[in-house]
């Protein structure tokens, strides 16, 4: 099948009402997609299964579904030729504005009286677009967001979801661990060499520091490397790369998911107080918005060593479990009736309202560059 054929087979998968997954990891070219035949809901709480994960924020809401991978297709998008979608624009709404405001003002006045270091804070906007098929608008996301994590998820009893994420919850490859701390948000400007305040260097060192915390009981020889400025699309962030050996033997995936998962790029500081307060105060449900999403538990199949002497292993390789998980940001719902595109950002003592709000709409203009 060429990328057309699959293309045209998702679409049928999705007319069909069967539950799907299509994506497109940073910087690669092939597609990936994982059709399930039936409606069944699976779901994961060990994650010790084989496919494609969908968390929630807050696992007390819903279970963590998974896609197994029985049917799974890869194919390159590099012949793909692209439409350009028209840059859709939308006013915001001052009763959004208002309400986004007053909570972020709320959550100020708590982490001053608390104690409590950062709170995310966020919303959903509805965009009322023209009903175009996902799979248009998902071409267009690819096209957009080559460097980000592209998907397009679907379950009939779920819903439909589509994003292009810049954050890795974790990564488990060849032995190696993997994450980031990605915090602190500048729209860009045809520059990378730019200067950050103090607001966004000490929020995102808080990132740093509680990851390298919460993985240090459970992994060894944790490396991180200079906060370094990070394009995502139309935005700019900090991003610190923290990585370490990874022994399946020593450490399963779950006590690393629950050690990592929600961050506090994505919920605060202290995890438990800040998520209290998102939970109490925030006006809706995020649902799979500041999830988790991606390959779990997939096999490949590595060359053991191309060292002269190890030669005749070369024939047998190694079998081993990979797991790519990405924090599902930057990221719409889609029903017949519109979009639902979520957003939001760290809120610390140093933060000023209004900036904030403002954030939170620069990062709407991720999606709503590809809605039709
Ligand atoms: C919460 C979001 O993004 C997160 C919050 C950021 C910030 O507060 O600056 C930056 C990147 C993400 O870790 C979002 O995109 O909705």
Not at 108 to 127: A, C, D, E, F, M
Not at 220 to 237: C, E, F, M, N, Y
Not at 302 to 322: F, W
Not at 351 to 361: F, H, I, M, R, Y
Request: hydrophobic content about 35%; proline content about 5%; aromatic content about 10%.
């Amino acid at each position: 099948m060429d990328a057309p054929e699959v293309f045209e087979h998702i679409a049928t998968h999705f007319d069909e009402a069967l539950p799907f997954v299509a994506y497109r990891k940073p910087n690669e070219k092939d597609l990936k997609v994982f059709l399930q035949e039936d409606d069944t809901l699976n779901t994961t709480t060990d994650y010790d299964e084989s496919g494609f994960v969908f968390a929630p924020f807050d696992t007390a809401f819903a279970e963590a579904i998974l896609i197994p991978d029985t049917t799974a297709i890869t194919v390159s998008l590099s012949e793909l030729s692209f439409e350009n979608g028209e840059p859709h624009h939308t006013h915001s709404n001052p009763a959004d504005q208002q309400r986004h405001i007053a909570l972020v003002k709320n959550g100020i006045s708590y982490i001053k009286k608390s104690g409590v270091k950062k709170i995310v804070l966020s919303r959903k906007q509805t965009i009322n677009h023209a009903y175009e098929h996902p799979i248009a608008i998902f071409k267009r996301l690819l096209h957009a967001y080559p460097t980000a994590f592209a998907y397009c998820w679907y379950h009939p009893k779920v819903g439909l979801w589509l994003g292009a994420t810049p954050e890795t919850l974790l990564s488990i490859s060849n032995r190696k661990f993997h994450t980031m701390a990605l915090a602190g948000t500048q729209p860009y400007k045809d520059t990378l060499s730019v200067s950050w305040g103090t607001k966004e260097i000490q929020e995102q060192q808080f990132v740093t520091d509680a990851i390298v915390q919460n993985l240090k009981p459970i992994l060894s020889d944790i490396k991180v490397t200079p906060a370094q400025t990070h394009r995502a699309g139309s935005l700019l962030h900090l991003k610190t790369d923290i990585s370490a050996p990874f022994k399946s033997t020593e450490t399963s995936l779950k006590t690393i998911i629950e050690a990592l998962h929600p961050t506090p790029a994505v919920c605060g500081l202290p995890r438990s107080e800040a998520k209290d307060f998102i939970l109490k105060n925030e006006v809706y449900e995020r649902n799979y918005y500041t999830g988790f999403l991606g390959e779990l538990n997939l096999q490949v199949t590595r060359k053991r060593s191309t060292h002269r002497r190890n030669m005749e292993n070369l024939a047998y390789g190694s079998i081993q479990k990979e797991s790519h998980l990405f924090v599902n940001l930057r990221c719409m719902e889609i029903d017949a009736k519109g979009a639902q595109i979520y957003v939001g950002g760290g809120i610390t003592e140093q933060s000023n309202p209004e900036a904030e709000w403002q954030e939170t709409v620069d990062k709407l203009s991720t999606m709503l560059r590809v809605l039709g």
